[in-house]
């Protein structure tokens, strides 16, 4: 699968803050808003990967379950507890973005382990980026841009990492990604 490319040059390629870093948290959600708005003339997707059988790895369907709760109008959400993008159907749903929508603007979330000092820490980039290399596992690259969580630290015993993080840190990631979302239009102007 190839690597989408942004339509327009963007203003930066990474940008990071702790989720308890209050001005971190807006420089992140302002980001997130400037790269959206020079994207308007595309399909909007949010791509929630991970699983609900790991609580580490539920950041992105927890997130995408809140906000599909809200009913965007003009963002498709995909990969919710009900319905999550993982490992077994990624490379379906990323076929069945590109056979629905000629130019998607794909924005990926997923929960990544890290270094200690990392976890909590939520990331905006660039580009797209593998999901599943934590497991070792060989995915396709996805996304225009993507935001990540640490979640918890690098293993070797990956799984029990992410079976062992804790919800409560799961929750306040979500919930501080939810309020990025939510600082966009499409949630503000069309909210029923």
């Not at 379950?65 to 159907?89: C, E, V």
């Not at 200690?116 to 934590?134: E, N």
Request: aromatic share 6%.
């Amino acid at each position: 699968m190839s690597v989408h490319q942004p339509a327009q040059p963007l203003p930066f390629s990474q940008s990071r803050a702790h989720y308890t870093d209050i001005l971190g948290m807006h420089r992140l959600q302002r980001r997130l808003r400037v790269l959206i708005a020079s994207q308007t003339h595309r399909q909007h997707i949010l791509l929630c990967i991970g699983s609900d059988r790991s609580t580490g790895d539920s950041l992105g369907p927890l997130t995408g379950t809140k906000l599909d709760a809200l009913a965007p109008a003009n963002i498709s959400i995909l990969g919710t507890l009900d319905n999550p993008i993982d490992a077994h159907n990624l490379e379906a749903t990323m076929s069945a973005i590109a056979e629905r929508f000629p130019n998607p603007f794909v924005i990926a979330l997923d929960a990544t382990l890290g270094q200690a000092q990392s976890v909590g820490y939520i990331t905006l980039s660039l580009g797209s980026f593998q999901p599943g290399t934590a497991g070792r596992r060989r995915l396709p690259y996805v996304g225009d841009i993507h935001l990540t969580g640490v979640v918890n630290t690098s293993s070797p015993l990956h799984t029990l990492v992410l079976r062992g993080t804790r919800l409560s840190l799961v929750w306040r990631l979500s919930d501080y990604l939810c309020d990025m979302f939510e600082s966009i239009p499409y949630y503000q102007i069309y909210r029923p």
